[in-house]
């Protein structure tokens, strides 16, 4: 049998088998949305430690803390560690509304915006192989949350 949800009958359809049992119909629908709640959790944890790991070595070697050689543009380097520590913190911003659709699409949107961006510098500038495969990984799970948050976030 086929359901629409009052709430969302243009956004998602549930399968169930239940016939008209309304528990079995919320059961079924917890399953698809518990996936992919567990997947935007993990991208927010690992984007803290990706880029907080990268906030602490490029503000501490702009400080001369790691044996990081310094070129002209230490200091730019320096300002992208703060930057990355903005981007790390979204995880801390959005926690506590992590499951309601008008905060998440902001939040996966700007995390979409940096990922992409920081990839396509990576991929110009050409040395840097693993951050750009990460940061685009990273661009691409931001596009498949974007694009599917209705499934599993509230209205």
């Given amino acids: 049998m086929v359901r629409f949800w009052p709430k969302a ?8 088998t239940a016939g008209n049992d309304p528990k079995q119909t919320l059961i079924a629908r917890n399953r698809l949305e518990q996936p992919m709640r567990n997947l935007f959790t993990t991208y927010l944890v690992v984007n ?3 880029e907080g790991i990268a906030a ?3 503000v501490g070697a702009g400080l001369g803390l790691f044996t990081i050689a310094q070129l002209e543009s230490g200091m730019w380097s320096m300002n992208y ?12 911003w959005v926690w ?16 979409l915006a ?3 961006s920081v990839s396509v510098s990576f991929a110009i500038e050409g040395t840097q192989v693993p951050s750009i495969v990460v940061h685009g990984i990273m ?17």
């Fill in 81 to 92: 560690g703060f930057a990355a520590i903005a981007i790390a913190s979204a995880i801390f």
């Fill in 114 to 116: 940096f990922h992409a």
């Fill in 48 to 50: 803290l430690m990706l």
């Fill in 56 to 58: 602490v070595t490029l």
């Fill in 139 to 155: 661009a691409l799970l931001g596009i498949i949350l974007y694009t599917r948050r209705s499934a599993w976030c509230e209205d």
């Fill in 96 to 111: 506590p509304h992590r499951s309601k659709r008008e905060v998440v699409g902001p939040v996966l949107g700007i995390l």
């Fill in 9 to 16: 009958a243009a956004r998602q359809v549930v399968y169930s």
